[in-house]
C-alpha cells in the first residue's frame, strides 16, 4: 500500500477512495446523522455548542476506539509478520467481503422499523430542553450501542492495518475518517442556521424517512462493506488486473 523505504509513507489512491466510501457510511448511523438531524429540528433557535458537543463527542469516541483497535491490529500484523498478505490469508478476506455482500440482500428495510428505543431518543432530541451534559451522554451511548455493528469502520481499520503504515499517518487517516464521518451533520447545521426556512422542509423528510427505515439500514451497510473489502483483497491478489 506504500512505498517501504525509510520515512516513505505514500498512502495508495486506492486505500483513501477506500476509506472515504467507509467514512461517509458511517456518516449515515443513528449516531452520526439520525440524531442531529432529530436536534437540527427541535424548536427555537438553534443551540450551535449543543449540537457540535454532541458531534465532538462522536468523533473523539470513534478516533479512541480507532486507535485502540489499530494498535492491536500492528502487533498482530507484526507477530504474523507478513501472513496477512499471503495468498490464503487474501482469499480469507475476498471470501468475507463477498460473504457480507451476499448476506446484505437478507435484510429488506421495507419490512423494518425503527426500534421503540431509536424513537425515545428522537423525542428526547427534538424536545429542545436537553443539556451538553445530556447530549455528550446520548452521543457515549449511541456510539457504544453501535460499537458491535460498525463494520465501517472496522473494515477501515483493518485497511489501515494491513497496509503497515505508520503510527503517525494512521493516526492522521483515523482523525480525517471521523471528520469525514460527522461531515454531513456538520454541513446539515450549517444549512440550518443560514437558510432554515429550505433546509427545514428536507430535515422532515429525511425525518420521515429515518423513522420508517431506521431499521433496515444494515443490510446497504453490510453490503458496502463487504464490496470495499473484496476489492481491497482482488487488488492485492491480482494487481495486474485490476487497478489500485
Known amino acids: 500500500m506504500y512505498d517501504h523505504h525509510p520515512g516513505a509513507c505514500r498512502v495508495s489512491a486506492g486505500l483513501l477512495l477506500s476509506l472515504a466510501g467507509l467514512a461517509l457510511i458511517d456518516s449515515t ?11 437540527l429540528m427541535a424548536p427555537g433557535r438553534i443551540n450551535v455548542r449543543r449540537i457540535l458537543a454532541y458531534l465532538g463527542t462522536i468523533a473523539v469516541f470513534y478516533f479512541v476506539v480507532g486507535v485502540l483497535l489499530a494498535v492491536g491490529g ?3 500484523a ?6 496477512l498478505d499471503s495468498r490464503p490469508v487474501l482469499w480469507t478476506q475476498l471470501a468475507l467481503g463477498v460473504g457480507l455482500f451476499a448476506l446484505s440482500f437478507r435484510y429488506d428495510g421495507k ?6 428505543g431509536v424513537l425515545r431518543w428522537r423525542d428526547r ?3 429542545g430542553d436537553s443539556s451538553v451534559r445530556w447530549l455528550v451522554g446520548l452521543a457515549l451511548l449511541a456510539a457504544l450501542a453501535e460499537v458491535a455493528t460498525m463494520l465501517p469502520y472496522l473494515a477501515a481499520v483493518g485497511l489501515m492495518t494491513t497496509a503497515e503504515l505508520p503510527a503517525a ?3 492522521a487517516l483515523l482523525g480525517g475518517y471521523c471528520l469525514v464521518m460527522v461531515l454531513p451533520a456538520v454541513v446539515l447545521l450549517g444549512a440550518r442556521l443560514a437558510v432554515p426556512r429550505l433546509i427545514e422542509p428536507l430535515l ?9 427505515h431506521a431499521g433496515g439500514t444494515l443490510g446497504w451497510i453490510l453490503g458496502i462493506a463487504g464490496f470495499l473489502l473484496a476489492r481491497d483483497a482482488a487488488i492485492r491478489l491480482w ?6
Do not use: M, Q
Not at 448511523?29 to 436536534?39: A, D, E, K, R, V
Not at 419490512?111 to 421503540?116: L, N, Y
Open 29 to 39: 448511523s443513528i449516531g452520526t446523522l439520525f440524531i442531529p438531524i432529530w436536534l
Open 74 to 76: 500492528t502487533r498482530i
Open 78 to 83: 507484526s507477530a504474523l509478520d507478513g501472513t
Open 111 to 116: 419490512r423494518r422499523k425503527a426500534g421503540g
Open 125 to 127: 432530541a427534538t424536545s
Open 169 to 171: 499517518t494512521t493516526a
Open 204 to 212: 422532515a423528510r429525511l425525518n420521515e424517512w429515518i423513522t420508517k
Open 239 to 244: 494487481p495486474g488486473v485490476i487497478g489500485g
